[in-house]
């Protein structure tokens, strides 16, 4: 088995991609999605990714532009005649269930396919913590609009720890959270700045308010996310103001090996 991390980025956009992009998805160690973006099953396979070999799908929140294509991987199983049950679906408890079931139903599953082949699900609250033979991983609250998982990916045969935080306006407890990430993708859709909490309905994070995160939490590498392509260099360029390490505007495609 291949003894390294991986997380390969699938998209970046804001909630309406660019042709040829994606909203925020990515992947590690090639078996674990996080998010699904709005054309999940021809992202991967577009870069050689044979999506029956996912174990597990990471919601960060039920928000349209992070699970819009949830009914095409669940559609790719069921034709290719791959078990649902074989693929693991972990988010906010809040709506994970209701979201999974109205993808199914969306599939008229039940009039083509067994009713009993449905996903295993694994509901979370904010603080709760998961573990299984590759990673531990612990979870913190959001501030945003509806329920999120702030992510702690931390890698058993590695040591290497890769966070992510999903939408989130900015957040000072996610600091400690996700301190000593090797990695850590923080949104960043409000651009250049800090968010004013006193104007920030969506509850979104300027790229300040990322670099403030990885700064406290004393991170390797700051990847931001979740923005048009115009804002990404002084994204980048405002975040290095405030954070010393090393912070990029992922590509679609990049892989990065912790
Ligand atoms: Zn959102
Ligand atoms: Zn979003």
């Known amino acids: 088995m291949d003894n390294r991390t991986t997380v390969t980025i699938l998209g970046t956009s804001g909630a309406i991609p660019e ?11 090639d078996r674990y999605l996080v ?3 709005w054309s999940v099953i021809s992202n991967l396979r577009g870069r050689g990714i044979d999506p029956l070999q996912l174990e597990y799908v990471f919601f960060t929140h039920f928000h349209h532009d992070h699970y819009m294509s949830l009914p095409s991987l669940l559609y790719y199983f069921l034709m290719k005649g791959k078990p649902l049950q074989e693929l693991k679906i972990v988010g906010p408890a809040e709506d994970l269930m209701l979201i999974v079931t109205r993808a199914m139903s969306f599939l008229h599953a039940e009039r083509y396919f067994d009713a009993a082949n449905v996903p295993t699900l694994i509901p979370l ?17 959001t501030i945003h609009p509806v329920q999120g998982l702030c992510y702690r990916f931390e890698d058993k045969q590695t040591s290497k720890v890769f966070s992510f935080t999903g939408d989130t306006a900015y957040y000072p407890p996610i600091g ?6 090797d990695l850590l993708i923080h949104e960043a859709a409000l651009g250049p700045i800090a968010a004013n909490p006193d104007d920030n309905a969506y509850m979104h994070a300027g790229a300040i308010d990322a670099a403030r995160i990885a700064e406290a939490a004393g991170v390797g590498k700051l990847l931001l996310i979740h923005a048009y392509a115009s804002r990404t260099e002084a994204s980048v360029a405002a975040a290095k103001q405030v954070f010393r390490g090393e912070v990029e505007w992922p590509r679609d495609g990049q892989m990065y090996v912790l």
């Open 19 to 29: 042709v040829g992009g994606d909203s925020p998805t990515f992947l590690i160690n």
């Open 125 to 141: 609250v904010p603080g709760d913590s998961y573990e299984n033979g590759d990673f531990r991983i612990g979870t913190c609250p």
């Open 176 to 181: 400690e959270h996700v301190k000593g990430s």
């Open 35 to 37: 998010d699904t973006g």
